[in-house]
Nanobody, 115 residues
Framework: QVQLVESGGGLVQAGGSLTLSCAASGITLSSHTVGWFRQAPGKQRSFVARISPTGTASYTDSVKGRFTISRDNAKNTLNLQMDSLNPEDTAVYYC?????????WGQGIQVTVSS
């Protein structure tokens, strides 16, 4: 069965960096389109970044140039490097995979950016 577990969140000051990781089991991440969403308090869950099996990455406009999505195929993990963080990036971040015509989600991890 598919399981996705996020790690690496926490509290950081504005301008700082964090790296999120998503450990996958039950699937091979490199065989699927996988990515990250986030949900801030009082807001809808929104797309952040995704990467295809061919390695093509895409990002929402607000994080372009600051966030980098990648896979570590040997470890079967998905990563999100977040630089130049600002308070608007504060949210619960979710790992996501599209597998067999279904979306699978991690439990979410908190990222808080202080001003």
């Amino acid at each position: 069965q598919v399981q996705l577990v996020e790690s690496g969140g926490g509290l950081v000051q504005a301008g700082g960096s964090l790296t999120l990781s998503c450990a996958a089991s039950g699937i091979t991440l490199s065989s699927h389109t996988v990515g990250w969403f986030r949900q801030a308090p009082g807001k809808q869950r929104s797309f952040v970044a995704r990467i295809s099996p061919t390695g093509t990455a895409s990002y929402t406009d607000s994080v372009k140039g600051r966030f980098t999505i990648s896979r570590d195929n040997a470890k079967n993990t998905l990563n999100l490097q977040m630089d130049s963080l600002n308070p608007e990036d504060t949210a619960v971040y979710y790992c996501n995979a599209f597998v067999s015509y279904q979306y699978f989600w991690g439990q979410g991890i908190q990222v808080t950016v202080s001003s």
